[in-house]
T-cell receptor, first 111, second 111 residues
Framework: GQQLNQSPQSMFIQEGEDVSMNCTSS?????WLWYKQEPGEGPVLLIA?????ELTSNGRLTAQFGITRKDSFLNISASIPSDVGIYFC???????????FGKGTRLSVIA | EAGVTQSPTHLIKTRGQQATLRCSPI?????VYWYQQALGLGLQFLLW???????NRGNFPPRFSGRQFPNYSSELNVNALELEDSALYLC??????????FGPGTRLTVT
């Protein structure tokens, strides 16, 4: 099957530190998406990437669509307590294929 | 603009019963997606409806079914409930297949 490998599974960081997480796939895809889910809520779309090499920022968040089209990275700079949550990557293969999500990276920020 | 809404927020059923979950998409969105998120797990794709028709279905048994109404709202029905059906059920809507916006979810508990 077309699986996504998301790492790390969890991270404990100090407030103010930078964070990096990534997703890899065995296949090439057209679109990568990054979501954040806070406890008791649905995932919120953070960044969408549409072409290889694309680098997109949303405030302190920066995501990149890998050149090989098989991976994507999400970086968070100068983390703050409200960054706590689970970050999911997702990929879209086109047509009537559904989004496939990674298993998530659980981020904890220690003040 | 109102986001995706889901009802009820919580639902408690006993094994063997049926559950009906409801979703209203963002105004103008024609596609509705259903996902199951079991405790500690990622998002598993259930169903995708667009313009009233089922476009794709995840690897779930036939007792998971649904429909989309002319106003694009949707229902998810789960028959013959089993204990392992206990999960957060998330609905998302989109105008195009990849940028999906999620509701807060319905927490289904089967006892």
């Amino acid at each position: 099957g077309q699986q996504l490998n998301q790492s790390p599974q969890s991270m404990f960081i100090q407030e103010g530190e930078d964070v990096s997480m990534n997703c890899t796939s065995s296949s090439i895809f057209n679109t990568w998406l990054w979501y954040k889910q806070e406890p008791g809520e649905g995932p919120v779309l953070l960044i969408a990437l549409y072409k290889a090499g694309e680098l997109t920022s949303n405030g302190r968040l920066t995501a990149q669509f890998g050149i090989t089209r098989k991976d994507s990275f999400l970086n968070i700079s100068a983390s703050i307590p409200s960054d706590v949550g689970i970050y999911f990557c997702a990929r879209y293969g086109g047509g009537n294929t559904p989004l496939v999500f990674g298993k998530g990276t659980r981020l904890s920020v220690i003040a | 603009e109102a986001g995706v809404t889901q009802s009820p927020t919580h639902l408690i059923k006993t094994r063997g019963q049926q559950a009906t979950l409801r979703c209203s998409p963002i105004s103008g969105h024609t596609s509705v997606y259903w996902y199951q998120q079991a405790l500690g797990l990622g998002l598993q794709f259930l169903l995708w409806y667009d313009e009233g028709e089922e476009r794709n279905r995840g690897n779930f048994p036939p007792r998971f079914s649904g429909r989309q109404f002319p106003n694009y709202s949707s229902e998810l029905n789960v028959n013959a409930l089993e204990l392992e059906d206990s999960a957060l059920y998330l609905c998302a809507s989109s105008l195009v297949g990849y940028e999906q916006y999620f509701g807060p979810g319905t927490r289904l508990t089967v006892t």
